[in-house]
Structures are given as structure tokens and as C-alpha cells.
T-cell receptor, first 116, second 111 residues
Framework: ETGVTQTPRHLVMGMTNKKSLKCEQH?????MYWYKQSAKKPLELMFV???????ENNSVPSRFSPECPNSSHLFLHLHTLQPEDSALYLC???????????????FGQGTRLTVV | GNSVTQMEGPVTLSEEAFLTINCTYT??????LFWYVQYPGEGLQLLLK?????DKGSNKGFEATYRKETTSFHLEKGSVQVSDSAVYFC??????????FGAGTRLAVHP
């Protein structure tokens, strides 16, 4: 496989459930990201990991817990979510810091999460 | 602060029509600029990019020129196809791991 792969593609969970989203990148990149895409809202950056260390957390509620065990894998652990957390969750990776000239982010296909 | 503003959609065109999607940005210095495309049910794909003033990014018949004087990065295509129907996002990269997106513009192309 190549690129950025996210599993599952679709997830329906109750508010009391615990689930995890998985992201894997096969590009040899050093940085990985979680974004949230809600209807009629711009993409929101949730977490950034660089060299497996979390470097940014954009005031995300604690019911979202990221984990980056190595440079190829990124998880988003979910617990006690709310219906308003229903969205498309996108994982991305980049070779180096996005502020460096021309560095681009590569996105996975996303996980469509529905909280019932 | 840094921000990106895109024209609101949806944009509806007939096949072979000319496309322009406007994008303006606010940022200090010289950010890198990008257009990403999202096809139905998919994630985002990089369409094109530009890293300095007067650079022109191009791909698949799409073009955008980095205009520092007007802080713009408008997306254009001379002849759209039905397969171009998607949501298009303008974005800038500035600072440490910051990729800031516009709200997205939905394009619908009819035969």
C-alpha cells in the first residue's frame, strides 16, 4: 500500500462507547496530523505530531485522545462522545514541518464518524 | 492572524465552461499557497501549489498564480469536465505546522 490509509472508513458509535481511529502512512514522513471536517465549517486542525512527539493540541476536548506510537502510525481514541462530534476525521502526513517552503500535506480518505 | 477566504459556492457550470474560484489570504511574510480538491466520499488531494510571489502552480489543466500585491491565489481552468465536480479548498502554510484552509467551494459541472 502507498500513501495515507485510514481505518475504519465508517464508524457508528453510541455516546458511551470507546473506539479508536487508525491512520498509517507509507511515505516515510516525519509529521502526522488529525483534522476534523464538519458540515459547513472549515477544516479544523486537532493534533500535530512531529517525530512522534505531540507538538500541538488545538484546545480539543479530552474525550479525544491521540496516540503516536511511531512515525508511521497515528491513533485517535474516542470515548463518551457527543452527537456534535459526528464528522469526517482526516489524517494527514508531511515530510517535514508545514511551514517549510512548499512542504505539502498528504491526506487519507477519512473516517466518517456518526455518534448516536 | 492568518486566514483564507474563498468564494462561496456552489458553483454550477456546463461542461467546457471556464472556471474561476476566487481565493484571498491574510498572512505575514510569504506563506506557501495550495489548492486541494476533495471528490465525493474521499479525503483531500493536493491539486497545485506555489511557494513565492508570481509563481504559477498548475496541474490537470488547473492553474493558480501567487499574487502578493492582491494577496490572491485564484484557481482557473479553461474547460471544465463533469469529472471536475468536487469541493475545492484553498490553503496556506505559515509558521510551525500550520495549514490553514478556506471554507471550501463546491463545484458542480453538468453535461
Amino acid at each position: 500500500e502507498t500513501g495515507v490509509t485510514q481505518t475504519p472508513r465508517h464508524l457508528v458509535m453510541g455516546m458511551t462507547n470507546k473506539k479508536s481511529l487508525k491512520c498509517e502512512q507509507h511515505l516515510g514522513h516525519n509529521a502526522m496530523y488529525w483534522y476534523k471536517q464538519s458540515a459547513k465549517k472549515p477544516l479544523e486542525l486537532m493534533f500535530v505530531y512531529s517525530l512522534e512527539e505531540r507538538v500541538e493540541n488545538n484546545s480539543v476536548p479530552s474525550r479525544f485522545s491521540p496516540e503516536c506510537p511511531n512515525s508511521s502510525h497515528l491513533f485517535l481514541h474516542l470515548h463518551t462522545l457527543q452527537p456534535e462530534d459526528s464528522a469526517l476525521y482526516l489524517c494527514a502526513s508531511s515530510q517535514t514541518f508545514l511551514g517549510r517552503k512548499g512542504t505539502e500535506a498528504f491526506f487519507g480518505q477519512g473516517t466518517r464518524l456518526t455518534v448516536v | 492572524g492568518n486566514s483564507v477566504t474563498q468564494m462561496e459556492g456552489p458553483v454550477t457550470l456546463s461542461e467546457e465552461a471556464f472556471l474561476t474560484i476566487n481565493c484571498t489570504y491574510t498572512a505575514t511574510g510569504y506563506p506557501s499557497l495550495f489548492w486541494y480538491v476533495q471528490y465525493p466520499g474521499e479525503g483531500l488531494q493536493l491539486l497545485l501549489k506555489a511557494t513565492k510571489a508570481d509563481d504559477k502552480g498548475s496541474n490537470k489543466g488547473f492553474e493558480a498564480t501567487y499574487r502578493k500585491e492582491t494577496t490572491s491565489f485564484h484557481l482557473e481552468k479553461g474547460s471544465v469536465q463533469v469529472s471536475d465536480s468536487a469541493v475545492y479548498f484553498c490553503a496556506l502554510a505559515r509558521g510551525y505546522n500550520k495549514l490553514i484552509f478556506g471554507a471550501g467551494t463546491r463545484l458542480a459541472v453538468h453535461p
